[in-house]
């Protein structure tokens, strides 16, 4: 047995494929490679992640950009956990709500913005737009100006050069981190149409941190602390475990802030559009969704996070129900399994197991989600409980701790475009060519 195979349909992004294949085949648990097992019930993933004890294989190397472990990489618990301290009060709804403007002007206001002149500018009040680049434009403002202090405009006035940019940056990152697993000169020539785009990004961090360590001086030497930016760069800056009184260094600072841009956009932003486009193939949900917006909030209101929270479910289960359908996060992830093994159902996992977990089947699992394969955001509403077996964010401690703030953009966007526009897909779409809808 190999993991030759795993390590190549990685490459090929057929993560998701494999997962569902060998589970149709094996079951919830199988073997897939040496001293390698897969786990697909949500309940045994989530019993097995929530394991403190347990840790990130090797595999999450790749994903180190700068060669600095990040949040996400650490394989050894105990730094993770200091990390964890140092960052995680940053991250939650309290703290983030200091940055509710921001994200709010570069979020829905800037989107709306954009569409309202559009609108306007159209002789019948209809407008044709891509949704999928706006989101991911917005996405990408609204994590540069909070990671790097700096304050970023293309969606409303049509510059998408940064955008692009930092769009190459991400395939850049992406393609390395599946290349890693070839030899290393092959991956030298497969990145080099990218890696300039990479660099620069490098150095636009490095010169956003040393921006920032001359302005926290200077707000000191004239008795302005108070006036430090609120910020996530300033939140790196600040991060102390409580525990170890540690503080980050330049470098790891560095290091979570290009993970951030890696982590933070993209994901976000096609959560959204997905959302919006299977709500425009079920109309019935599309109703509902309209329906539950519009009678609580007047046209000229901007919804907020807490007010979508606190008013509106059924919007809130159409995100669920599509990172359940289509995670933008899957595949099959690796954990190690801890000191002295585990019991998985009746299989005894020795200790140093790689435990895959098969998200792309987890959310999927007949046993929990009644027609798995059809969109019906009702699920959430009739069991609560369900909310808790979605495993896109991960689980146990190792949650991605960008949660609050990604469910911060998609509540907010999402929220106020349907109260505001009417969607559908158009009546000719084969100018957008054949895969539009794939």
């Known amino acids: 047995m190999t993991t030759k195979r795993v390590e190549l349909l990685t490459i090929a992004g057929k993560m998701a494929h494999l997962g569902r294949w060998d589970y149709d085949k094996y079951g919830d648990i199988y073997l897939c490679g040496p001293n390698a097992v897969a786990l697909c019930d949500p309940a045994d993933i989530r019993a097995f992640m929530g394991n403190s004890a347990v840790g990130k294989a090797n595999y999450y190397r790749i994903l180190e950009f700068t060669e600095i472990e990040t949040t996400v990489t650490f394989r050894d618990n105990e730094p993770a956990g200091i990390r964890h301290r140092q960052i995680g009060p940053y991250f939650k709804p309290t703290h983030l709500a200091r940055m509710e403007k921001t994200i709010m002007s570069l979020g829905i206001e800037t989107i709306k913005e954009k569409w309202d002149k559009l609108i306007d500018a159209s002789p019948d009040g209809v407008a044709e737009v891509n949704y999928c680049n706006d989101f991911l434009i917005s996405a990408f403002g609204i994590i540069s100006t909070l990671v790097y202090g700096k304050r970023v405009k293309e969606l409303s006035n049509a510059d998408t050069k940064t955008a692009e940019w930092i769009d190459m940056t991400m395939m850049y990152l992406s393609v390395r981190a599946m290349f890693l697993l070839l030899p290393p000169f092959i991956m030298k020539v497969l990145l080099s149409p990218w890696e300039h785009y990479y660099h620069t990004l490098s150095n636009y961090i490095h010169e956003a941190i040393k921006t920032r360590t001359e302005l926290i001086a200077q707000l000191k030497r004239e008795g302005r602390e108070k006036d430090k930016p609120v910020d996530m760069l300033q939140a790196l800056f600040e991060a102390e475990d409580p525990e170890t009184k540690e503080q980050m260094t330049r470098k790891q600072i560095h290091g979570e802030c290009m993970l951030m841009m890696h982590a933070g956009s993209d994901t976000t932003s096609h959560t959204i559009a997905w959302t919006v486009h299977l709500l425009t193939l079920y109309p019935k949900h599309y109703k509902r969704a309209v329906t539950e917006v519009r009678s609580k909030f007047m046209p000229d209101h901007i919804i907020t996070y807490k007010e979508c929270r606190a008013q509106l479910p059924f919007i809130e289960a159409c995100i669920y129900e599509s990172l359940r359908l289509i995670p933008v996060t899957g595949g099959l992830l690796p954990r190690v399994v801890p000191k002295g093994g585990l019991m998985i159902k009746d299989y005894y ?27 019906d955001p009702t699920r959430f509403l009739d069991n609560k409980e369900l ?52």
């Open 349 to 375: 996992l020795p200790e140093g197991t790689i435990a895959f977990v098969n998200t792309a089947v987890a959310n999927h699992h007949k046993t929990y989600w009644e027609n798995p394969h059809e969109y």
């Open 387 to 438: 909310q808790h077996f979605i495993l896109t964010f991960s689980h146990g401690r190792r949650t991605c701790p960008g949660k609050s703030l990604a469910w911060w953009e998609m509540l907010t966007i999402l929220s106020n475009i349907i109260k505001d526009y009417d969607f559908e897909i158009p009546s000719d779409i084969l100018h957008l060519g054949p895969n539009v809808l794939n």
